[in-house]
């Protein structure tokens, strides 16, 4: 089985600290490795940070891309790790050259390049992987599969939140890079809270249930003087099948790091999780025993999870691998599609339906907010 | 120091096993004893009910407050532990008489009812305190006076909750005495969920921070079938200082049994306590060193909580004493206003003033959710 | 049903915070009430205690014992609360009067001092309750059960510990009155860390699985300069049918506070519990499915251990009432041996013979640590 | 900076997991890359299994060290991943011939055995690294500098456990090849949960504290019929300073799965640690107030630990990334000891002397246990 080609557009300025995460997950796994890239905008920088990583640099995308179509560069795929606002045209360029996308998210800076991008995924059939990393934690993955089973009766309720503090001062102003563009609306859209977590908890509200969130009522602050965007982001939104969501984020929540997690609440049982202690999932029926599962190969869990598993029971497998597993699933996704033989299965990670339902519920709560709390179709 | 006699007005009746708590919560210490009730509507059946509670019994509550006006009967406080709709009578007949109520809550039905009993008990000068239990817990205590304190600085935003599962499924159908009035409008006024257990989330939110909500946006869902009031409870508020307080409450959260709590962040530092691990609280100030405080009373906790505590420190102290925290508070009041020497200071615990609120909370939440979620005055 | 008279010996001194803590635990049900007491050495200052206690007061638990005798003192039961060495006499001369005893832990001074009570008891079929508090929690009485019943298979190793910090420095020395007469040969006997805390060690692992402890090998050590006994306390023992149990104790551990607990492992699952989160247990049977049980009047608990809680789940019964259940086992076994119709079931809590077992296992340990290890039969 | 080539030693047969684990603790890092290896005893299968790791195969060890010897095979550093009893010759002859070793725990079969290769890397000063992995992740290297740093005190006790279930029942029959060859003494040595895992729990007692164990107390058991070695280890321990250690591990605890960590009392203060929640570190002082301390990249943690972090905090790290810092300390060695410029400091994990120390006190134990738990020096 030949190794994947991965290319990498971004992640290789100072601080830019996803790309190397992004090559932690892909070489987690001897089938893939990171071979090329254009980290960076600068041409020059761009080449120079390639050879940091030990790749083949190239001064753009385009070329990049350009060296793919010559058949001159060798590629499987490439995952895209530059701010929200450039993620949108490399991401097209690529598909359109029917070559599969692993992207950052927010998906793009605005619902129209979202749902231009799931245009062409669609047209070409090429792969694309959002990349929520937390729903490649397996417990995360093990909670959808059993609410997909019916475990806990119908959802009536999810409550799915990220508190964190980090930005509870004015850190962009200190120089901090990540704090600078993501409190910038021309390279972060529309909302910052909302958009950099608070998606994850709507992915966590939505891909785990499997319920798409109908409209919305918003309250979003900006606590932190001089700040634009929002750095608080409350919502209480109503599910398709007639449920209620709380779906709730806030970067302000000082001495919190990545408190991101939900509860599902159904008619035979309920589902928690916390990121932060990712190994393991609280099921409740209310019979007076909780059941936690943990993570590990030993156990009896789905072949569905089980396939994504790399250590045995009791020791944990946390942020690169759970980023890994999206490697794992756009691999899975390229084999199938070329036809190889015994490729498992590929989890129904987020792709594409689930980056233009973010964007257009992060919308939907911009408006909402401003018009005082007005339910806001999403 | 003579032991205060407490009369007892309902929690006679089969189910009601709040009398009981209370009962336990009165000798807990040995400055107190339960002398006398009306523990039951039917007179009968009251004097029943106090010959098993070894008191004196009365067939009513008026009979009661006779015997006490006429000198028959010592009394010192009443406790009120009857349905909702049965608090405001009896708590203005004995404020009006000038005898101090410890009554649960809610307060009342209405809030033109929780405002007589303020007006009373403002131009009676008799003590009057709210069984918000909880609030009787010393580290829930303990953080009301951190952030009086300035712990945390400014306060930002409160996340106050409070999550159920005893009412997931129709038990009012199956003749349960509790869930029977929680879910009829006569006994329990216009919400079920909002005015019962919302109001504990409104509490931490409010009485903890010391600040008021100013308006609120709210959905009140009713998930079971045939009910008529709100079995799940969703507000975002504003508090007076600008700040932001998500209070949300359900009782159809499976296998949750009383997960009550709160976060509160402020511009320093942040403070989290959860009711069922009542006995510690979590502060960070951001510093990557998260702060486990301990309930005990060998560790210097400051004056005004150490001297509600009964065990040393790794011992306990939980349902029972809590409630007793809050008969304390009215007897150091009681003992007080007598002139008493050496009475020690009374807590803070909610009153007329946090029942007022809370009525009004809670109406303007109902209101909102009919609005469609339209911000509305508290 | 007429409530059971209590009296009390010993418990009135300055800082003999236990005496407060029985009478809480017995005025915590309605159906007993403390009556008298002789609750200091000196007979003026007991008198004084009892009037602060608002009992009637003895000069001597003699002086008590004559009044029950001659008639003039009615009395159901005693509750012995006096230091180690002045357990003994008291006990004897109620029992051998034919009245029941609640004695507290470690029983006697001596083996021999037990082994006479266990006699009398024997004899005179007269109740007989130790007050090893921790086996008043439910949630320890569910696993005594489980284990009885055969959830976990045949027991093969029990690991019980009681980590505290108290002693870690020299406190005897400033005056402390709880550490004076523990550190003290005289009042508290052989051991000081064994016998004050490892004895709540050993009832976990013998009274839980229902198993003897046969010989053991120990290693005591006293890191205190100047003190004379142990306060640290280390035991590797065989148990009865072949079993390990490591039974350790201390009293240097900084910081950590009643850090009690035991895990049970058996061929067919575990069992662990913790006293400082006593409402919950946990049970495992290798299946990657961990179930927590939880205290609470709702679930299906089995009915022995079902009688003894009181309030619903969520709301944790935890010091006060688990001491009350061991005096509600004395008052069911006094009502039962009275012929009181519709008295439930007394659980097995500790009596006489696990307080003669405790007394040889201290007295094996410090034999075993004197010849360095030796193993030593109980 | 050139990408460091290491080869690997064993790891290439079915189920032998640990293979993989260390190429992608290799490969975590773009500064390493597994380049070569005998994965396998019998030749073929050894070139088969490099072929599907996709580095250069060799047929035996002596094979690959012949092909660097000659030049012909560039390699910087071997990993040892072979069962117990094949340690031993591939690390000396690795070792003799100049390159460095990071080699699996126990180090090997016999206390002899680990002296000579103590004795080779003192006379070469050839950089060995011993795979404890734990000791990688950074709470754990924290614990170590704040002892070293005087923040507990002097060290007065340790309590360091490992409990695991696996072997709960005889796997070893149903043909498990990690229980097989662990059970058996040709492949394993004297002592199976011992060296397995009491070297684990040893580690954590002396590495952390910085103190020898000098004499040790024993017993051993086998639960588990048909079986020849020890499924269960528990001993107590004399430190160099005077101080106790208890050192425990177990197989047979059904359900658990890899429960190891560490208590350590000092004079001034205690220290906590999990491998399950290896994140945090749990510190506490006595004065009421439990400093719970979490990994991340962004807190003021000693630099020594600060360096080896990969992720912003809240973020976990964990099994991966743990061993992956064992090679970067080798890494660092090997840089270091050729004079390349800016090359961090290593810290100190675990080498020979560690190795030695901990095949001494398995022994030791072993003795004592045949010996009825006679004190026994290590």
């Given at each position: 089985?030949?190794?994947?080609?991965?290319?990498?557009?971004?992640?290789?300025?100072?601080?830019?600290?996803?790309?190397?995460?992004?090559?932690?997950?892909?070489?987690?796994?001897?089938?893939?490795?990171?071979?090329?890239?254009?980290?960076?905008t600068n041409p020059r920088a761009s080449l120079r940070a390639a050879k940091d990583y030990g790749i083949k640099g190239y001064p753009s995308y385009q070329a990049l891309l350009d060296a793919v179509k010559s058949g001159e560069q060798e590629l499987d795929y490439v995952t895209i790790v530059t701010p929200n606002f450039a993620h949108y045209e490399p991401a097209r360029a690529f598909l359109q050259a029917g070559i599969p996308v692993l992207c950052e998210k927010p998906i793009t800076l605005t619902v129209a390049e979202a749902q231009d991008l799931a245009r062409i995924v669609k047209r070409k059939k090429v792969p694309f992987v959002l990349a929520h990393t937390y729903?490649?934690?397996?417990?995360?993955?093990?909670?959808?599969?059993?609410?997909?089973?019916?475990?806990?009766?119908?959802?009536?309720?999810?409550?799915?939140?990220?508190?964190?503090?980090?930005?509870a001062t004015a850190l962009e102003k200190a120089g901090q890079q990540q704090a600078s563009w993501r409190?910038?609306?021309?390279?972060?859209?529309?909302?910052?809270?909302?958009g950099d977590i608070g998606t994850h908890a709507f992915v966590a509200a939505t891909w785990v249930t499997g319920l798409a969130v109908k409209k919305v009522s918003a309250r979003l602050n900006t606590f932190v003087k001089g700040r634009v965007l929002d750095d608080d982001f409350n919502t209480i939104g109503e599910l398709e099948n007639g449920g209620t969501a709380l779906i709730t984020a806030t970067q302000i929540a000082v001495g919190y790091r990545n408190d991101n997690g939900f509860r599902v609440f159904g008619t035979k049982g309920s589902i928690e999780w916390h990121q932060e202690r990712a190994e393991s999932l609280l099921v409740r029926h209310g019979d007076g025993?909780?059941?936690?599962?943990?993570?590990?190969?030993?156990?009896?869990?789905?072949?569905?999870?089980?396939?994504?598993?790399?250590?045995?029971?009791?020791?944990?497998?946390?942020?690169?691998?759970?980023?890994?597993?999206?490697?794992?699933?756009?691999?899975?996704?390229?084999?199938?599609?070329?036809?190889?033989?015994?490729?498992?299965?590929?989890?129904?990670?987020?792709?594409?339906?689930?980056?233009?339902?973010?964007?257009?519920?992060?919308?939907?709560?911009?408006?909402?907010?401003?018009?005082?709390?007005?339910?806001?179709r999403v």
């Open positions: 089985m030949a190794k994947l080609k991965v290319g990498m557009i971004g992640g290789g300025g100072p601080g830019a600290f996803f790309g190397m995460v992004h090559n932690r997950a892909i070489s987690l796994d001897a089938s893939r490795e990171l071979v090329a890239g254009a980290l960076r729903t490649g934690h397996p417990m995360m993955m093990l909670a959808k599969e059993m609410i997909a089973g019916g475990e806990i009766g119908e959802v009536r309720k999810v409550d799915s939140w990220y508190n964190q503090g980090w930005l409190t910038d609306p021309k390279r972060t859209g529309i909302s910052n809270c909302g025993r909780d059941v936690t599962y943990w993570t590990g190969a030993e156990f009896p869990l789905p072949a569905s999870v089980a396939s994504y598993l790399r250590v045995p029971s009791g020791h944990h497998e946390d942020f690169f691998p759970a980023l890994a597993n999206l490697h794992t699933t756009i691999e899975r996704q390229i084999r199938k599609n070329r036809g190889e033989k015994g490729v498992l299965d590929a989890f129904p990670h987020p792709g594409v339906a689930e980056g233009v339902a973010g964007m257009k519920f992060v919308q939907a709560a911009v408006t909402s907010s401003k018009k005082k709390g007005a339910w806001t």
